[in-house]
């Protein structure tokens, strides 16, 4: 079946400019995880959905980021006023339900701000 | 808080050596232990995973053993392969006795293996 699919895949825009990226995640996953990853760094958590809950935007490093779950299914992550410290490869990873289920990734979208 | 500390990279070998990747953490509980890996181009996607004490995840000829005495999860690999070059990430999570549903990676260890 098909997998987790992020859009764009990349994505450049100028310092300022507001950025929305879109994760489309495996049918019937209730649990969907945004990350970010730097150069040379691991996996940072952003944040996560799970079903009709209130998401854990924990991880949000700023008010310029927010995100949204419609309809359970597909997401939408936004960065506002973007700054150049924002470029990243952004991670979406969907499971069946809590965090000690397989995440399933999708390919990123590579941001890049000048 | 939790931490997963990976080796650095790149770790460079020849086909068919023998391979180890370090990966130890810090976490409360009882969390499960996951090793994803990045092919050049490619999402992360999972290699293998252990839920409980001394259990060996293994997959396409890797294992690793979850050893809670010594909060380690190495990745091992008798002989690797060219196609086996890629971006390895050591990560835990809760289980279902408890800890933080949210996942914790490591920084990832390269790895690239020539002919």
């Known amino acids: 079946g098909a997998g987790v699919s992020q859009s764009p895949s990349n994505k450049v825009t100028e310092k300022g400019k507001d950025v929305e990226l879109r994760c489309d995640p495996i049918s019937g996953h209730t649990a969907l995880y945004w990350y970010r990853q730097s150069l040379g760094q691991g996996l940072e958590f952003l944040i996560y959905f799970q079903g009709n809950s209130a998401p854990d935007k924990s991880g949000l490093p700023s008010d310029r980021f927010s995100a949204e779950r419609t309809g359970g299914s597909v997401s939408t992550l936004t960065i506002q006023r973007t700054q150049q410290e924002d470029s990243a490869v952004y991670l979406c990873a969907s499971s069946l339900g809590v965090a000690w289920e397989t995440q399933y990734f999708g390919p990123g979208t590579r941001l890049l701000v000048l | 808080g939790n931490s997963v500390t990976q080796m650095e990279g790149p770790v460079t070998l020849s086909e068919e050596a023998f391979l180890t990747i370090n990966c130890t953490y810090t976490?409360?509980?009882?969390?499960?232990l996951f090793w994803y890996v990045q092919y050049p181009g490619e999402g992360l996607q999972l290699l293998l995973k252990?839920?409980?004490?001394?259990d060996k995840g293994s997959n396409k000829g890797f294992e690793a053993t979850y050893r809670k005495e010594t909060t380690s999860f190495h990745l091992e690999k008798g002989s690797v392969q060219v196609s086996d070059s890629a971006v390895y990430f050591c990560?835990?999570?809760?289980?279902?006795?408890?800890?933080?549903?949210?996942?914790?990676f490591g920084r990832g260890t390269s790895l690239i293996v020539h002919p």
């Open positions: 990560a835990l999570s809760g289980s279902a006795s408890g800890g933080s549903y949210i996942p914790t």
């Open positions: 976490a409360t509980g009882y969390p499960s």
């Open positions: 252990a839920t409980k004490a001394d």
